[in-house]
């Protein structure tokens, strides 16, 4: 498994952006395929968007098209999750996520096909 640390939520008004990062301890993440989900109380964690090992492609939820974009750092241990525009639903616990396995144009889109979990990531935005 990989160790997976997220950083960057906070508090937010509607209308403003945030940028989530997503580090792992120890090796790089350029051989997994990433996904960030997002989950509120009384609710099951959803997808939000994902990206291929190799960056080539990514997806999102439709709810954040046009708005959020996923990348993936230069330094190779880090994905970032760029948030624009916030809404007040944007609100949850953001946690990033890696799988062990897939194709180069490969993108997880489901919470079961994720192998390592980090510990999420509060982001609140106010109306």
């Known amino acids: 498994q990989v160790q997976l640390v997220e950083s960057g939520g906070g508090s937010v008004q509607a209308g403003g952006s945030l940028r989530l990062s997503c580090a792992a301890s120890?090796?790089?993440?350029?051989?997994?395929?990433m996904g960030w989900f997002r989950q509120t109380p009384g609710k099951e964690r959803e997808y939000v968007a994902g990206?291929?090992?190799?960056?080539?492609?990514?997806d999102y939820t439709e709810s954040v098209k046009g708005r959020f974009t996923i990348s993936r750092g230069s330094a190779k241990n880090t994905i970032y999750l760029q948030m624009n525009r916030l809404k007040p639903e944007d609100t949850a616990v953001y946690y990033c996520?890696?799988?062990?396995?897939?194709?180069?144009?490969?993108?997880?889109?489901?919470?079961?096909?994720?192998?390592?979990w980090g510990e999420g990531t509060l982001v609140t935005v106010s109306s």
């Open positions: 996520a890696a799988r062990n396995s897939g194709s180069r144009y490969y993108v997880p889109r489901s919470v079961d096909s994720m192998d390592s």
């Open positions: 990206i291929s090992w190799s960056g080539d492609n990514t």
């Open positions: 120890g090796r790089t993440l350029s051989n997994y395929p």
